[in-house]
């Protein structure tokens, strides 16, 4: 078996998983299924006035790259407004974070969270979709918000009330 993860990887365009989760569409380039658990690699489309709320998981890294438009990342450390081409890193440790794209034109990034297992939780999360499919953003009410602390608590990620990092 660990031959399997020692050989190199292709993925064509039309490959991977596309889910809707909170308005946006991910798709999944790569799992840990084929990395051996050590990152996965996800592909964010983020329409306007979309993102998710305020969240946290300590024991995984995210990376992200934009590739086209403008997100605004929201931290406990502050605002970062990210356009094409800047990078932003989420260290391990629990840092508090939301991102939402404010312009009215679709935000595109790369996402990279180390080690895998996000992808999962989005998986389990969102819903199946068409690649550059959308789903309307949902209101988040009281039983969809526990069903999603227990799926984030399985997967080791914690979320917060959406007004949580405003100041």
């Not at 629990?94 to 990034?109: P, S, V």
Request: charged fraction near 25%; glycine fraction near 8%; hydrophobic fraction near 35%.
């Amino acid at each position: 078996m660990a031959d399997f993860f020692n050989k190199l990887t292709t993925i064509n365009s039309e490959d991977g998983k596309s889910i809707s989760v909170a308005g946006n569409t991910y798709k999944i380039i790569i799992s840990g299924k084929e990395t051996n658990g050590e990152y996965a690699v996800i592909d964010m489309l983020v329409p306007s006035f979309c993102g998710p709320g305020p969240h946290a998981h300590p024991e995984i890294q995210e990376a992200f790259y934009i590739l086209d438009g403008e997100i605004e990342f929201v931290t406990e450390e502050g605002k970062i407004n990210a356009k094409k081409g800047t990078f932003i890193n989420i260290p391990k440790g629990g840092l508090i974070h939301q991102f939402k794209n404010l312009k009215k034109n679709l935000a595109h990034m790369l996402c990279i969270v180390t080690p895998a297992g996000m992808e999962e939780m989005f998986e389990e999360i969102g819903t199946p979709v068409e690649a550059n499919e959308f789903l309307p953003q949902t209101e988040m009410n009281e039983q969809m918000m526990e069903k999603l602390k227990a799926v984030g608590e399985k997967f080791g990620q914690k979320f917060y009330p959406k007004d949580y990092l405003q100041k």
